[in-house]
Nanobody, 115 residues
């Protein structure tokens, strides 16, 4: 079982990035999928969640209107489109899959927003 994030990098304020989380060893179809982030010296923060059925989404107030989470069950992949990035969005972004009491985590991808 593995979750592999990609798409992070260095971007200027106001720029965009698209993160991907590819799952292997299980199918994400029945899992709630989420993106978290953790900045140095700060607690891990839930950024966005997408449900397993219906695809309803929820976002942290700090990213509403700027970030969009989506899922492609056929590709077994979850995405996070990040627009209008701010320096305070700098963090390691981690993918999470949850179903009942089963949780899987990826290793994370670094996003740095700086001029």
């Amino acid at each position: 079982v593995q979750l592999v994030e990609s798409g992070g990098g260095l971007v200027q304020p106001g720029g965009s990035l698209r993160l991907s989380c590819a799952a292997s060893g299980f199918r994400i179809t029945w899992y709630v999928m989420s993106w978290y982030r953790q900045a140095p010296g700060k607690e891990r923060e839930l950024v966005a969640t997408i449900s397993s059925v219906g695809g309803s989404t929820n976002y942290a107030d700090s990213v509403k209107g700027r970030f969009t989470i989506s899922r492609d069950n056929a590709k077994n992949t979850v995405y996070l489109q990040m627009n209008s990035l701010k320096p305070e969005d700098t963090a390691v972004y981690l993918c999470n899959a949850q179903r009942f009491d089963i949780y899987y985590w990826g290793q994370g991808t670094q996003v740095t927003v700086s001029s």
